[in-house]
């Protein structure tokens, strides 16, 4: 079974500076995808960044980017210059790659969250 | 190009009765999955359909039930409410080929009394 470990409840930044949210990952699967939500309190989830296993270098999307250490089964989000509008639920999320007649499917396994809180 | 859809935003139950949400996926989507997200928890799995058919299920019981129309549009029906069904309820759609993002609708939140 795939679990998903997300220890910071809660994390501040100041407006401007980066900020590190953790996630680590449990699965036997060797292949799956990772990937990091926002959720605002409207309740919509965003997606934000995906990692597959297999890909060799680290995902980034603008001012995110993914720290992805196999060994260590963690995959960190890094959001760089922190806006008053990243304040949100961040979740941590893992997809087993399943693949049957050609197509792919597989759930999403979630985290407990994160909640940032940018401050000015 | 439309993003999910679902419907409604809102909804208040009393314990016992039945509820259907709706949900129409991103526009070329064929695959919609379902997910239940308690107050301060993460979004846990329901189900997910493909071509009509319920393809991977959570761990839920059998009150909790789905359908996909021709038009890859879906319905999550839940029978005998109970207290711990209040919660935001979330439906995904994705490409059954390619990549592997889901796109989240807005959800409907469900209070049951």
């Known amino acids: 079974a795939q679990k998903i470990t997300q220890t910071q409840p809660g994390m501040f930044v100041q407006e401007k500076e980066a900020v590190t949210l953790d996630c680590t990952y449990d699965t036997s699967d060797q292949s799956y995808g990772l990937f990091w939500y926002k959720q605002p309190s409207s309740g919509e989830m965003i997606f934000l960044i995906y990692?597959?296993?297999?890909?060799?270098q680290n995902a980034t999307e603008g001012r995110y980017s993914l720290n992805f250490q196999k060994a260590r089964k963690s995959a960190n989000l890094v959001i760089s210059a922190s806006q008053l509008g990243d304040s949100a639920m961040y979740f941590c999320?893992?997809?087993?790659?399943?693949?049957?007649?050609?197509?792919?499917?597989?759930?999403?396994?979630f985290g407990q969250g994160t909640i940032l809180t940018v401050h000015p | 190009d439309a993003g999910v859809t679902q419907s409604p935003t809102h909804l208040i139950k009393t314990r016992g009765q039945q509820v259907t949400l709706r949900c129409s996926p991103k526009?070329?989507?064929?695959?919609v999955s379902w997910y239940q997200q308690a107050l301060g928890q993460g979004p846990q799995f329901i189900f997910q359909?493909?071509?009509?058919?319920?393809?991977q299920r959570g761990n839920f019981p059998d009150r909790f039930s789905g359908h996909q129309f021709p038009n890859y549009s879906s319905e999550l029906n839940v029978n005998a409410l109970l207290l711990g069904d209040s919660a935001l309820y979330l439906c995904a759609s994705s490409l059954s080929q390619g990549f592997y993002e889901q796109y989240f609708g807005p959800g409907t939140r469900l209070t049951v009394t």
């Open positions: 999320a893992m997809r087993d790659l399943a693949n049957a007649g050609g197509t792919s499917y597989g759930k999403l396994t």
């Open positions: 359909y493909y071509e009509e058919e319920e393809r």
């Open positions: 526009s070329g989507h064929d695959t």
């Open positions: 990692q597959g296993s297999y890909d060799e």
